[in-house]
């Protein structure tokens, strides 16, 4: 099969969208499918080929929305090489930029699209309204998202039942919705890869003691993340235990604000923030951690809480339906409701390394069910639906292609 990814995130840019679209390519070209990507360059305002013109890179402008470039929706150098694809089917990742330009040429090409929706777009508003007209631009973000997701789409791609309740209950959508929770390349992360003196070796680099019970956090320091949360239970939980540390991975528009709020409560010894780390080097921080926490509940599923589980580690996250179908509460993790409750269970965990290790285990038994490979299996079944009973005969738009529909129907050959 030929698989056009279209997408506003690809690495070097390094976000949950485009680790996961990285590790879709890989395990579909491991089944011996071809995957060509279509999404934006974002060092200059020029088209890039890469990979013998199997990756273009399309010109993007800035918007002031962490690194993201917006890119023009109909780039004509791109076209005439998507063309030479013979695509059978589209799979795009985003609504705008890049995504609208997967659904001009889906239509142009007549070629099915496949729409994977990834972000919770009406709990970003406010980075672009800075706080005025709410309501309003959520419900443009509603309108925009159902004509992207229900008019547009072939097939719909959800990660977890709390955005298909969302497309459901909330939005009416009535097209085909299947759940795939977001794989991830497990073995990536496993505790094996990582030897024990190299793993203390790293923590003495950082910073911390050989007995350093480390909390970790890895995500965009955004205000939606609910990092000041993890900040200020730091306080209190340092306070009692002096050998809890916590170290917080990524980049974002609230960093500094951040990095003032740990002064403020004077837990510089305590949090150590390390900013923006290269996707090949994230496992080996999994590898020293004992635990991992979340308290955003704006995710549509937590790719980071999944690596953690394969990295054997035991997450402590706020309940959300984000989490639920992946966390089993006392199992391989802890889903905490309210400040008292994380406390008890990081402290818990603290406490009690027995315990500690055997939810470590559970945890990697749970992720091993997110792997890439079952992943790209549930995602071909959708492109196979998608392409319909003609499977992956030869297009309409092709010679050969039109010519068997015309004897199919029985209607005399046209040229036009």
Known sequence: MRIGIFTDTYPPYINGVSTSIVMLQRALEKKG???????VNADTMSYKYENEDKVIRIPGIP?????????????LRAIEKIRKWNLDVIHSHTEFGVGTFARIIAKQFDIP????YHTMYEDYVHYITKGYFNGTSKK????????????TATEL???TK??????????????????IPTGIEVERFYIENYKKEKTDALKKSLGFDKEDFIILFVGRMGKEKSVDFLIEMQKDIYKKN???????????????????LTSKLKLDNAIKFLGKIPWDDIPKYYALADTFVTASKTETQGLTVIEAMAASIPVVAIEDESFSSVIVDDLNGRIFKNKRQYKTFIEELIQDPAKRLKMGKQARISAETHSSKY???QVLDVYKKALGEEGLQPKPQTFLGRLKAQIKKGLPWKTK
């Open 33 to 39: 499918h071809e995957v060509f990507i279509v999404t």
């Open 63 to 75: 918007i002031g929305i962490f690194d993201y470039r917006l890119t023009g929706i109909y780039p």
């Open 113 to 116: 699209i496949v729409h994977t």
């Open 140 to 151: 443009i973000v509603e309108y925009l998202t159902k004509f992207y997701c229900d008019k």
């Open 157 to 159: 791609i959800v990660p």
């Open 162 to 179: 709390k955005t298909y309740d969302l497309f459901k209950q909330k939005y009416h959508v009535e097209r085909n919705i299947h759940i």
């Open 242 to 260: 002096p050998n809890a540390k916590m170290l917080m991975i990524g980049d974002g528009p609230y960093l500094e604000n951040f990095k003032k």
């Open 375 to 377: 992943f790209a299996e």
